[in-house]
């Protein structure tokens, strides 16, 4: 029989697929934290917004008087609370475009995938399941999805001899 069959198809493959999954585990983590800062921002400068509108709209003059009287202030509370909410409310929608022009939650989706997928593929190359042909196909589907992750982790090369032909 021919020594590329007999052989163990995980040589120089596990490596790699390790070494990707490190690349994605480390993305899900980094971009994960990223996104969820972002949605936390965006909730709570669009709640501050709508607080501090509504407040000056429910109270009224009464309300902003009182503002304006009780901290000694020099500018109508009005102002300063139409203002801050302006602030708060620009800050939601940066937050929200950050999150849309980035793509993080496709992202995040197509990368939780592709470690399920190496993870999947790891164990079959260690068990035999794949010969190197379907493992390698396996491995370059993979990468081909998770193009937009940038590779960390160092990617060990291909046995540095050629496996020997009978």
């Given at each position: 029989?021919?020594?590329?069959?007999?052989?163990?198809?995980?040589?120089?493959?596990?490596?790699?697929?390790?070494?990707?999954?490190?690349?994605?585990?480390?993305?899900?983590?980094?971009?994960?934290?990223?996104?969820?800062?972002?949605?936390?921002?965006?909730?709570?400068?669009?709640?501050?917004?709508?607080?501090?509108?509504?407040?000056?709209?429910?109270?009224?003059?009464p309300f902003a008087d009182w503002l304006t009287a009780t901290f000694n202030l020099s500018t109508p509370s009005w102002r300063i609370l139409c203002g801050v909410a302006a602030v708060c409310s620009l800050t939601a929608a940066v937050a929200t475009q950050l999150q849309t022009s980035r793509n993080y939650t496709e992202h995040i989706a197509r990368a939780q995938k592709a470690k399920a997928s190496l993870e999947i593929l790891e164990v079959a190359i260690a068990f035999d399941h794949l010969n190197r042909h379907e493992a390698t196909s396996e491995y370059l589907k993979i990468i081909e999805t998770t193009s937009f992750i940038e590779p960390v982790a160092a990617v060990p090369t291909w046995p540095a001899t050629p496996p020997a032909s009978s």
């Open positions: 029989m021919n020594d590329l069959v007999t052989e163990n198809p995980g040589d120089g493959l596990i490596p790699r697929v390790v070494a990707k999954r490190l690349d994605v585990e480390r993305y899900l983590r980094a971009v994960g934290a990223r996104h969820r800062r972002l949605i936390t921002l965006t909730i709570i400068t669009a709640a501050i917004a709508t607080l501090l509108t509504a407040s000056a709209a429910f109270g009224g003059k």
